[in-house]
């Protein structure tokens, strides 16, 4: 029987690093965490255990923080670029890397209505993040959200599915629809005003959120991504992640009262989990398949 080693990688996993960067009196802090992994060369470390082609992951970390150090960050699929680049470039058994960056927000603290040169706050568990592929010369930039959390408190209804011995929901016309969103997109391209783009795309799912009447949380999932890829040029496919986070009509028969869509039971689990793609037809699915490589598929 002949046994072979399959596709792999290496690297560190969540480095965390915080930068900050003085403008006089003026800081400007960035949060992020910093994952690199590197492909390439790497069969003698696996069969025999000849570590003559591993680049340490120690290194990899010590990296992060030098290069932290020698160029500002600047945006994190800048940042990740470089260092991707850098690893596929610096050593010759290495033909790939992989970095995921998150960037944790921090809010100023408001003091006497203006906000503080050098306090912050930790702002909500909403984060940005990015997943870069260098594959030889070539790059592919995933960017996204994590956690953004949103409710309607009306504007969405869900009726029409299949009834068999075993299904007790009610119909309804009116229902509170809430979701984390977690939204990722893939670029056709890997030099854009990163920044721009993300703060427009944002802004697209919340608007789109908030004003397309739903029918189904799959509904406004579709509407959510083909809204992005409508206004966005720059963006080849958005994939989506949204968990149901119901809220349950309270029965308040028991007490003698009615409940007239007011008092609800926000339940924690299970929830229904509601994902998927929503792509251009025009583009080579290659890219995508490399550029989403060992991501999770939503
Ligand atoms: O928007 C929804 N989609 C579903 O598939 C579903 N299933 C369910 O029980 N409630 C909902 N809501």
Do not use: C
Request: proline residues 3%; without cysteine; hydrophobic residues 35%.
């Amino acid at each position: 029987m002949a046994i072979s080693l399959g596709p792999n990688q290496y690297g560190k996993a969540e480095v965390r690093l915080v930068t900050v960067e003085r403008e006089g009196p003026v800081h400007h802090l960035k949060d992020l965490t910093v994952s690199t992994s590197l492909r390439g060369r790497l069969e003698r470390t696996h069969l025999t255990g000849d570590n003559t082609d591993v680049v340490a992951t120690d290194t990899q970390k010590n990296t992060v923080y030098a290069f932290a150090k020698e160029k500002r960050v600047g945006e994190i699929e800048d940042f990740a670029l470089r260092l991707g680049r850098h690893f596929v470039g610096s050593f010759e058994q290495i033909n790939g890397a992989r970095v995921l960056i998150s960037e944790h927000g921090w809010d100023r603290i408001d003091v006497g209505g203006r906000p503080h040169d050098h306090a912050f706050s930790r702002a909500t568990g909403e984060q940005r993040t990015t997943a870069v592929t260098i594959q030889n010369d070539r790059a592919w930039v995933v960017s996204g959200l994590t956690d953004l959390v949103v409710l309607k408190s009306t504007g969405s209804e869900f009726h029409g599915f299949p009834r068999d011995r075993y299904t007790t929901l009610a119909e309804t016309d009116d229902r509170i629809l809430a979701t984390a969103v977690t939204a990722r997109w893939r670029y056709r391209s890997t030099e854009l005003d990163w920044s721009g783009s993300f703060t427009e795309i944002r802004r697209i799912l919340l608007e789109t959120f908030a004003t397309k009447h739903s029918l189904s949380l799959q509904q406004t999932l579709y509407a959510m991504g083909e809204a992005v890829l409508e206004a966005r040029d720059e963006v080849a496919e958005v994939r989506l992640s949204l968990p149901n986070k119901h809220h349950f009509l309270v029965d308040l028969g028991p007490f003698g009262l009615t409940n007239d869509n007011e008092v609800f039971y926000a339940a924690d689990r299970p929830y229904g989990l509601i994902e998927g793609t929503v792509l251009r037809d025009d583009e080579d699915p290659k890219d995508a398949e490399l550029a989403w490589y060992t991501l999770p598929a939503f």
